[in-house]
């Protein structure tokens, strides 16, 4: 009787443990992309529509973190119907290569573990940060490429493949056209893509056992030649996560890769012990457009801080705070 009573009383004193442990604040921020955002070329109805579409990528987000979930789970969700979304630049919306026809990247990564995975210049797989996750998971590689990559992709549960004309919308097909004949009219078009880009997606997680994770998902940059690949699917440059901070890039991608901007932030964070807004405003405001780059982040710390740095005249976004406040934006001044 004596080991039931001392089994008895181990397994309440571990109960009052689990109750007693302290739950830290989860928080969320996501966006769909910097760019060329003029309030007087966005109608009324497209601006509701790119509202919901941030507000539902929210709320399955959010979902996940309200049942416990991980962050890792949580930015997965978010992305994916940011992806699912021909309102953005990723998945569905993805834009159109030279070829007229779509290659997409995306990744993902884990703060606590440094896990991380990443596919670049996918066609057929319809959801790329998926993908991103299971070559984190399921492989011994952080990136995978091309036809190795969907090759990878067939022997992966749950990863859905479609045609690459499923990726197709008007919107996209016009701004190609317009890119091709701007390209055809000024011979420095190749070489001056300041504000010509438009997207990208992303989000960065806390959960409440305090851990943080980041995805990025994008279609690339319009007219993109050569298999041109961005900063998205680069640990470092569009995407990052340790255990003190997380960051998701959208922007000019050359100039993102140059600076590790992703890394960067967290690194400033880290090393130097600044606030992460002082961080993420120093990288995007300063250090990029002053290589001759554009473009915008958002990053998530510990304590549950957000930043959403951008220095265009726009950037799609939303966040859910740790006091359960919420909202989206597009503007500057929004």
């Not at 007087?40 to 509701?48: F, T, V």
């Not at 056992?209 to 993109?224: D, L, P, W």
């Not at 998530?300 to 740095?309: E, K, Q, S």
Request: proline share 3%; aromatic share 6%.
């Amino acid at each position: 009787m004596r080991w039931l009573l001392l089994l008895l009383m181990a397994m309440l004193s571990m109960t009052a443990t689990a109750q007693d442990r302290p739950v830290s604040p989860t928080a969320l921020v996501i966006h769909g992309g910097a760019g060329v955002i003029e309030r007087a070329d966005l109608g009324a109805d497209d601006e509701r529509a790119i509202r919901a579409a941030l507000d539902a990528a929210l709320d399955a987000g959010q979902a996940v973190l309200a049942r416990g979930g991980s962050a890792l789970d949580a930015v997965e969700a978010a992305v994916v119907a940011l992806e699912e979304s021909p309102r953005f630049n990723a998945g569905k919306g993805a834009v159109y290569n030279a070829e007229g026809g779509h290659e997409l990247d995306a990744s993902v990564m884990e703060g606590h573990t440094r896990r991380a995975g990443a596919v670049a210049g996918v066609t057929t797989v319809r959801n790329p940060i998926r993908l991103a996750r299971a070559v984190m998971e399921h492989s011994p590689h952080v990136m995978l490429i091309g036809e190795g990559a969907e090759a990878f992709a067939d022997a992966q549960p749950g990863i859905e493949r479609v045609p690459n004309d499923w990726f197709d919308t008007e919107t996209r097909h016009e701004q190609l056209k317009k890119a091709q004949q701007r390209e055809r009219d000024q011979a420095q078009a190749a070489t001056d893509l300041k504000g010509k880009y438009f997207g990208t997606v992303g989000a960065v997680a806390l959960d409440a056992q305090g851990h943080i994770a980041t995805a990025t998902s994008t279609g690339g940059m319009t007219n993109k030649k050569w298999g041109r690949v961005g900063d998205s699917p680069i640990v470092g440059a569009g995407t990052w996560a340790d255990d003190r901070c997380g960051v998701s890039g959208t922007g000019w991608g050359e100039f993102f890769i140059r600076n590790a901007v992703a890394h960067d932030i967290c690194a400033r964070v880290a090393y130097r012990g600044d606030t992460l807004q002082a961080a993420a405003d120093e990288v995007i405001m300063k250090v990029v457009p002053e290589l001759g780059g554009d473009g915008g982040a958002i990053a998530l710390d510990r304590d549950g801080n957000i930043a959403m740095p951008f220095n265009t005249s726009g950037m799609y976004r939303g966040w859910v705070k740790p006091d359960g406040s919420r909202g989206t934006a597009i503007f500057r001044e929004d």
